[in-house]
């Protein structure tokens, strides 16, 4: 057990504390303000504290943690064993505070502050301290907590920490279970006149012969993803759009008695969720209404999401979440870049800054999206199959979990989405041979 010295003991410091010795390095903490107490104890004893006269490894502690409110922080990057580190300290066993370092960036603390936002509302990645200091596509928080065990080691002989190991998570998004099949007469008849009318003869003759039954459709791809995770004993997470209204939001009806049939079926081998639409982040109720949509199709408990779009306002979204049961979310991740939004590769529980209080809330964070790669980035099969590669095995470093975000259009093997098919089964391979 680590044993931790505080003159205060906020919620932001012991949330802080477990996240990195309890959520990545698996070990139990107890935090003191109790000094006599404190010195009690035996084993790996940390003085977080500016009080001389405490035993253990003393590390200065920054003001983040001691605060309660959200202010503009003054941060200035260094370089700490080849990592980018900030929240510089003296007369310490670390250079820097790392509790408010990873708390910083985990929270999300920066995304409550004025910034930029793209057209969707979204903040954007390259405002993030992560991508100014290059360092988005390294878990930061996770190699910080590495490097501390390796420290505490050194000075606690006969202490070790449990390594954790690598996991890998495939995610698909449902924005639209079929491109032909499955919808209305005057829908279908209404986008075949558009085909017509924009002179795509080719997409006109490929949506004839699917509806005829003569081939096949190219978003079922149910099949195909069974069979590769499968033999894999790899079990995904489908997350399935259940709102057809508005200019973003343009899935098949939740009535559709072979969607609802899709769905039960998709439950039997997979873990399946709601993706909250991009209409719900501004109707009240919207969300409730599809909640309640898929409870009825699963006819069990929905807990699971992640947001179309991946529109996140903090801390708004996740508490209409929480508000609605969901008790895990998946959204975490930039839509413009790969990396590690949140410098971390490892499920964490949401701190609410604004209430100032941790949640019930899990963050399972992804890495990798394939509308990322080859829409926003424009990266070809072969250069986004070595992107993977980089972030897999920075990931697998740490032992995190490697999140991919996939849609079932993408693995179509067809038009702007060729050869894509085999950088799924090329990611979940690499995936296989990590975890071994």
């Not at 605060?67 to 900030?86: G, H, P, R, Y």
């Not at 075949?192 to 924009?198: H, T, V, W």
């Not at 490929?206 to 459709?217: F, I, N, P, Q, Y």
């Not at 209430?355 to 899990?362: A, D, I, R, V």
């Amino acid at each position: 057990m680590i044993h931790i010295f505080t003159s205060e003991l906020t919620y932001r410091l012991d949330y802080s504390c477990r996240l990195l010795f309890e959520t990545i390095l698996g070990d139990e903490v107890a935090l003191y303000t109790n000094k006599e107490v404190f010195q009690r104890n035996s084993g790996v004893k940390i003085n977080y504290s500016t009080q001389e006269d405490v035993e253990g490894l003393p590390l200065k502690p920054h003001p983040l943690l001691f605060e309660t409110d959200i202010k503009a922080q003054k941060i200035e990057v260094f370089e700490w064993d080849s990592l980018i580190a900030f929240f510089r300290v003296e007369d310490s066993f670390l250079p820097f505070d790392i509790f408010a370092a990873s708390f910083y960036l985990v929270s999300r603390y920066e995304e409550y502050l004025s910034g930029k936002r793209d057209r969707h509302q979204r903040f954007l990645s390259r405002g993030s301290l992560a991508n100014q200091h290059r360092f988005l596509e390294k878990p930061l928080v996770n190699c910080w907590a590495l490097k501390m065990a390796d420290v505490i080691e050194q000075n606690f002989e006969g202490y070790s920490f449990v390594r954790p190991s690598f996991s890998y998570l495939p995610t698909i998004d449902i924005d639209n279970a079929w491109a032909y099949k499955n919808k209305g007469f005057f829908r279908k008849l209404a986008s075949s006149f558009k085909d017509l009318s924009r002179g795509k003869v080719k997409l006109l003759v490929l949506r004839l012969a699917v509806l005829s039954g003569l081939k096949r459709d190219p978003y079922d791809n149910y099949e195909f993803i069974q069979e590769t995770l499968g033999r894999c004993q790899i079990r995904p997470v489908f997350f399935v759009l259940l709102n057809k209204n508005g200019r973003y939001d343009r899935s098949i009806s939740h009535k559709n008695p072979n969607l609802r049939r899709l769905i039960l079926s998709l439950s039997k081998w997979a873990d399946v969720g709601i993706h909250p639409s991009y209409e719900s982040n501004t109707k009240f109720r919207q969300l409730e209404k599809e909640v309640e949509r898929l409870t009825l199709i699963l006819e069990s408990k929905v807990t699971l999401s992640r947001q179309h779009f991946l529109k996140i306002s903090m801390p708004a979204t996740y508490r209409r979440l929480i508000e609605n049961g969901i008790e895990a979310d998946y959204s975490m991740g930039f839509a413009s870049r790969p990396g590690f939004r949140a410098s971390i590769c490892t499920p964490f529980y949401f701190f609410d800054l604004v209430e100032n209080m941790p949640t019930s809330l899990k963050i399972v964070p992804f890495q990798v999206m394939d509308v990322t790669l080859r829409n926003y980035r424009g990266l070809s099969a072969d250069e986004a199959l070595r992107k993977i590669k980089t972030l897999m095995a920075e990931t697998a470093s740490v032992g995190g979990t490697f999140v991919s975000l996939w849609h079932n259009e993408s693995l179509s093997d067809t038009g702007n989405w060729k050869g894509w098919r085999n950088v799924y089964t090329e990611m979940t391979q690499m995936a296989v041979e990590l975890s071994k």
